[in-house]
Nanobody, 122 residues
Framework: QVLLVESGGGLVQAGGSLRLSCAAS????????MGWFRQAPGKEREFVAA????????NYADSVKGRFTMSRDNAKNTVYLQMNSLKPEDTAVYYC???????????????WGQGTQVTVSS
């Protein structure tokens, strides 16, 4: 079983930047597609970004394209989310997630972290 722990959240002013990290333990995630999701108060959890297990493919929600960048360091068993030009509407709890090894894009995520709070003030 893979354990995911997010870090790097905090309070930042609009226009600022944060880098979230998701460290995996228990199993390697180098063969797993990974994703970032977020949930704002009173709203459903939404997709933010995803990266293939190789790192060669990424995709983003329209709301974060051009501002957020997802990357991975398989040697460190860690994925990252660089968030620039933050807006108040980016305020949410951010979760990382992992898919089963070598799974296709249609397969659901089966491992989730506990989340890290990101608050963007106006």
């Amino acid at each position: 079983q893979v354990l995911l722990v997010e870090s790097g959240g905090g309070l930042v002013q609009a226009g600022g930047s944060l880098r979230l990290s998701c460290a995996a333990s228990g199993r390697t995630v180098s063969n797993r597609a990974m994703g970032w999701f977020r949930q704002a108060p009173g709203k459903e959890r939404e997709f933010v970004a995803a990266i293939s297990w190789s790192g060669r493919s990424t995709n983003y929600a329209d709301s974060v394209k051009g501002r957020f960048t997802m990357s991975r360091d398989n040697a460190k068993n860690t994925v990252y989310l660089q968030m620039n030009s933050l807006k108040p509407e980016d305020t949410a709890v951010y979760y990382c997630a992992a898919k089963p090894p070598y799974s296709s894009s249609s397969v659901d995520y089966d491992a989730w972290g506990q989340g890290t709070q990101v608050t963007v003030s106006s």
